[in-house]
Nanobody
């Protein structure tokens, strides 16, 4: 049974940083592309970043603009998302995703985590 378990969300002020983590189990980690999506209230789920775990290549949504960094630890089956210079508009539930061929469309995820709330106050 595949499980993706996120942690690291919280309530912070604008300009602060957070580090999200997602631990994967029940799959061969390096067979999958891992990614992060987010969903704000009343909005569709949107792509944030992804990393091809076998080689470390990463891609980001345009709105990230150098503020977020995705990384992975293959030995720990863990993917991270470092969030810096947070803005109130970054407030959302952040979801970890794994996909055999994960790209920016949520439909390409094979597995999802339960999500972790990030709230940024102004």
């Amino acid at each position: 049974q595949v499980q993706l378990v996120e942690s690291g969300g919280g309530l912070v002020q604008a300009g602060a940083s957070l580090r999200l983590a997602c631990v994967a189990s029940g799959l061969t980690f390096t067979d999958y592309t891992m990614g992060w999506f987010r969903q704000a209230p009343g909005k569709e789920r949107e792509f944030v970043a992804r990393v091809i775990t076998s080689v470390g290549t990463s891609n980001y949504a345009d709105f990230v603009k150098g503020r977020f960094t995705i990384s992975r630890d293959n030995a720990m089956n863990t993917v991270y998302l470092q969030l810096n210079s947070l803005k109130p508009e970054d407030t959302a539930v952040y979801y970890c995703a794994a996909g055999w061929y994960l790209i920016s469309r949520p439909s390409t995820a094979d597995y999802w985590g339960q999500g972790t709330q990030v709230t940024v106050s102004s």
